[in-house]
């Protein structure tokens, strides 16, 4: 049996597609006044529209609206002039109006594209739309002791403007869909038009996902993977997906099309219901709201605010500070980590060495503590000034270190550091000239085989000398010193 599948081994390839909904910044509800702050009371930040009440009227949030074209046209797409809210009815317990509205058949941004480098290799990932919509309500379960089981409802996040980002079928690996979705992140923080933070729901993913034959054009049946609260369970999600529709068409048997949900804690995907069809949600326009007339002045309006944006910052990182585009794509990975780097370099012009610093020892300590950069108790600012300690000689490179991990731990100021260990570079000529005279003094055997052209004799005074200043003394100056006394004197 095992031989047989060997030889009939197919090499399989995935096919990945990302529909992401961000939660859009602003201040209130898309269609009523309401607040959108997290973490309140549940239920306090509601009225009578965002729960469904009758005789009352949505009202479109400007904002909203400027928010989604802002990321249309940083992602490339294009703007419709016309859109249309529809009405996407189903029934579930966080829904209080048993419908959700949200953009259907004529959606406000599409046909756009991201790029993103993934392992060295750039790579263009359509976008095929970007439309906005309501967010639902939350459901809690718990239970009570001593009484039957209760789920709660929270309407607080009833009404929360959502972009829903729907990729095309592009991406080839976990990997990148990974990469993917840090680049859509970094931009929406560019943006500043959502926090883009995916353990507050802020920021979720769902994946559709097949696999076929490699070389083949057709695609396979796929699945729609959902409840992946982080980039590193979407990675393991597909992982595993990719897996198991692998070993199931290797039995020769077929994938069935349906939604299945990520178990983090068992790591697996679990089916959870067949894949409902869009006829099922019987779409129609939403009578309540106007269509959406977008005029080429707003969009014109909107694009002169873009910010500087991932890509262009990288551009002008290779162009300004001229470090390899390698480094600058990192750099510019997250715009705190850009303002970090530029900050740092503003006090400190040593665009290279600030780099090498980020990357190499700032970065490993992040990713150990699994913080952002915004987390970090190390400043720029105490960064540079430990750059320009090591550069004035006041410390030395080695001991640099020692400093930079002390910083980080504690979040003090390295000249205070250095002071308290006692870690000062002893670069006084007289002090150092006085060490010296003292190792030279009580090793008269030594030097006279020094001066009778036993070289070897010479690191071993060197080291004498470092000795007696425990290691503080700058090693060049003692070398320069040492030489000139045995040989003058
Ligand atoms: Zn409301």
Same mark, same amino acid.
Do not use: C
């Given at each position: 049996m095992v031989a047989k599948r060997q030889e009939n081994m197919v090499e399989y390839e995935p096919v990945i597609g990302l529909e992401v909904h961000a939660q859009l910044l602003t201040r209130s509800k898309i269609f009523c006044g309401c607040s959108t702050a997290f973490g309140e009371e549940p239920n306090t930040l509601t009225c009578p529209v965002c729960t469904g009440q009758p005789g009352s009227l949505p009202v479109m949030n400007r904002k909203a609206v400027e928010f989604a074209i802002k990321l249309g046209l940083a992602t490339s797409c294009r703007i419709a002039p016309y859109s249309l809210f529809a009405r996407k009815n189903y029934f579930y317990p966080d829904l209080p109006k048993g419908y959700q509205i949200s953009m259907y058949e004529l959606p406000l941004a599409v046909d756009g594209l991201i790029e993103i480098v993934s392992q060295g290799e750039k790579k263009r990932i359509k976008i095929i739309r970007i439309h906005m919509e309501e967010d639902a309500g939350k459901l809690k379960h718990g239970e009570t002791p001593g009484t039957a089981s209760f789920s709660f409802v929270d309407f607080n996040r009833t009404g929360v403007p959502l972009v829903e980002i729907v990729s095309g079928p592009d991406i080839r690996s976990p990997q990148e869909a990974g990469d993917y979705l840090r680049k859509l992140r970094a931009i929406l923080q560019y943006l500043e038009i959502s926090t883009g933070n995916m353990e507050e729901g802020s920021f979720r993913c769902d994946a559709n996902v097949s696999i076929r034959p490699k070389g083949r054009e +057709?695609?396979? @049946?796929? @699945?729609?993977?959902?409840?992946?609260?982080?980039?590193?369970? =979407?990675?393991? &999600?597909?992982?595993?997906?990719?897996?198991?529709? @692998? &070993? =199931?068409?290797?039995?020769?048997?077929?994938? =069935?099309?349906? @939604?299945?949900l990520w178990d983090t804690s068992q790591g697996i995907t679990l089916s959870m219901r067949g894949k409902e069809e869009a006829h099922d949600y019987r779409y129609f326009p939403d009578p309540d709201l106007v269509p959406?007339?977008?005029? +080429? &002045?707003?969009?014109?309006?909107?694009?002169?605010?873009?910010?500087?944006?991932?890509?262009?910052?990288? +551009?002008?990182? =290779?162009?300004?500070?001229?470090?390899?585009?390698?480094? &600058?794509e990192i750099l510019t990975s997250t715009k705190a980590m850009a303002s970090y780097y530029e900050e740092t370099v503003r006090l400190f012009p040593d665009s290279k060495t600030v780099s090498n610093w980020m990357m190499g020892d700032l970065l490993r300590e992040l990713k150990r503590d699994e913080k952002e950069i915004d987390q970090s108790l190390l400043t720029p600012s105490h960064l540079a000034e430990m750059l320009s300690m090591v550069k004035g000689g006041t410390i030395s490179g080695k001991i640099a270190k020692d400093v930079f991990e002390e910083m980080y731990q504690t979040g003090e100021k390295p000249d205070k550091i250095v002071k308290e260990k006692g870690w000062v570079q002893i670069l006084d000529e007289a002090e150092i000239a006085k060490t010296i005279e003292g190792v030279i003094k009580a090793n008269p055997k030594l030097v006279e085989d020094y001066r009778k052209g036993k070289e070897k004799v010479f690191g071993f005074l060197v080291g004498e000398v470092m000795k007696a200043t425990r290691g503080k003394a700058n090693p060049k100056l003692v070398n320069e010193w040492l030489r000139k006394k045995l040989k003058g004197a």
């Open positions: +057709e695609f396979g @049946t796929r @699945t729609e993977l959902k409840n992946m609260n982080s980039f590193r369970h =979407v990675e393991k &999600a597909l992982e595993y997906e990719i897996k198991r529709q @692998t &070993a =199931v068409l290797e039995e020769d048997e077929e994938v =069935v099309q349906e @939604t299945r959406l007339r977008i005029d +080429e &002045a707003w969009i014109e309006e909107v694009r002169r605010s873009l910010p500087e944006l991932p890509d262009e910052k990288k +551009e002008r990182f =290779v162009r300004e500070y001229g470090i390899p585009e390698y480094d &600058a």
